[in-house]
Nanobody, 118 residues
Framework: QVQLVESGGGLVQAGGSLRLSCTPS????????MGWYRQAPGKQRELVAV???????NYADSVKGRFTVSGDNAKNTVILQMNSLKPEDTAVYYC????????????WGQGTQVTVSS
């Protein structure tokens, strides 16, 4: 069973930066979408950023201009660079790798805590 290994979460002051990384524990077919979601206490999980087919990116309005998602399709690794962090960015961040073509899958990471202090 493939697992997604996340790293890079932690505690940072407002205005600071963090870099999240996610990679599968084993070999998988190329993901068609690689992204990050987050869930704050008492709130639903929401999309943060996603990169599709290695080209098209989509961001939540709240993070546009501050976060950058990038991916390595050969390694199925997805990175989220978070700059100018705000206290409202505090949440558990989950990575997701998704493939809808032959050999379809939908893998989720275990989540990594990001806490931004004011």
């Amino acid at each position: 069973q493939v697992q997604l290994v996340e790293s890079g979460g932690g505690l940072v002051q407002a205005g600071g930066s963090l870099r999240l990384s996610c990679t599968p524990s084993g070999s998988i077919l190329s993901a068609q979408a690689m992204g990050w979601y987050r869930q704050a206490p008492g709130k639903q999980r929401e999309l943060v950023a996603v990169i599709s087919n290695g080209l098209t990116t989509n961001y939540a309005d709240s993070v546009k201009g501050r976060f950058t998602v990038s991916g390595d399709n050969a390694k199925n690794t997805v990175i989220l660079q978070m700059n100018s962090l705000k206290p409202e960015d505090t949440a558990v961040y989950y990575c997701n790798l998704n493939r809808v073509a032959f050999g379809r899958y939908d893998y989720w990471g275990q989540g990594t805590q990001v806490t931004v202090s004011s």
